[in-house]
């Protein structure tokens, strides 16, 4: 059970000789606080591990429902490296995108999960009830700095291909894998177009975002510069592009920028 993933469906009733383990561990899986609260776990000596994301074609994401530390290792006892917040710098809801999920040895579950902070990259450990219940998408962004295009897949199927334009040498787009947190539209911005997502990079200065810091993908009113390498970390994309892309891509899609 330690490296699979789990289905995004479960069936409500066992087949004949399914390990009891295995069971018990996906209906605590399935538990959330939308469905109701498990039957506290009993304490055991084993431990469990399910993965919850593998960036391609299944990704689980949440919102907190409480605030709380995030530490290196499955442990409260381990060291804090961050803490959740509700509402990202925009005033969205904060989405973590989610790893995997831990059952200790006292049945107590832990989930780890990307940081949506400086540094890139960021990882580490909550307890379970700290997150609302799990959401999944079944999409993926792939930004080819090289190439200069962005490309939406949902599972082996490409749905949408752009070119976009991405940070000059000077301000770049930082590599990585991220996801987007956040989605909304501008009223009047010729400068952003009308659609914009907000993402989980963060470049190492002022980028051309509201606010500074967060690379984000939205519109332009120079579409003469895309395809090339205009913006302070941004991702471009003319306008209809973005339009569109925004439309087939849910909050929550893994981004990876290479």
């Known amino acids: 059970m330690g490296?699979?993933?789990?289905?995004?469906?479960l069936r409500p009733a066992r087949r004949a000789g399914a390990p009891l383990a295995v069971l018990a561990g996906l209906a605590l899986i399935a538990a959330s606080p939308a469905s109701g609260t498990a039957p506290?776990?009993?304490r055991s000596a084993s431990?469990?591990?399910?993965?919850?994301?593998?960036?391609?074609?299944?990704?689980r994401w949440a919102t907190p429902v409480r605030l709380a530390d995030i530490h290196r290792h499955p442990s409260g006892r381990s060291q804090r490296v961050g803490r959740l917040r509700f509402l990202t710098e925009d005033g969205f809801p904060e989405v973590y995108l989610l790893l995997r999920q831990h059952t200790d040895v006292h049945g107590r579950q832990w989930v780890r999960l990307r940081i949506p902070r400086r540094p890139n990259g960021r990882l580490g450990w909550v307890?379970?009830?700290a997150l609302g219940p799990y959401e999944v998408v079944h999409t993926r962004l792939v930004v080819d700095e090289r190439a200069l295009t962005?490309?939406?897949?949902r599972g082996a199927r490409r749905l949408f291909r752009a070119h976009v334009g991405i940070g000059k040498p000077s301000t770049?787009?930082?590599r990585g894998r991220f996801w987007i947190r956040e989605k909304f539209r501008f009223r009047s911005s010729p400068v952003y177009g009308t659609y914009a997502m907000g993402t989980s990079a963060y470049a190492p200065h002022l980028t051309d975002w509201p606010g500074g810091g967060v690379v984000g993908m939205h519109g332009t009113d120079e579409p003469g510069l895309i395809p090339g390498r205009p913006s302070h970390g941004c991702i471009r994309l003319?306008?209809?592009?973005?339009?569109?892309l925004w439309r087939l891509t849910p909050v929550g899609t893994p981004l990876r920028i290479e």
């Open 150 to 153: 962005v490309t939406l897949y």
């Open 3 to 9: 490296g699979t993933l789990l289905r995004s469906t």
């Open 47 to 59: 431990t469990m591990s399910i993965r919850l994301s593998n960036d391609r074609d299944t990704t």
């Open 172 to 174: 770049p787009t930082p």
């Open 127 to 129: 307890p379970r009830d």
């Open 40 to 42: 506290p776990p009993a």
């Open 238 to 244: 003319r306008n209809a592009a973005i339009a569109r």
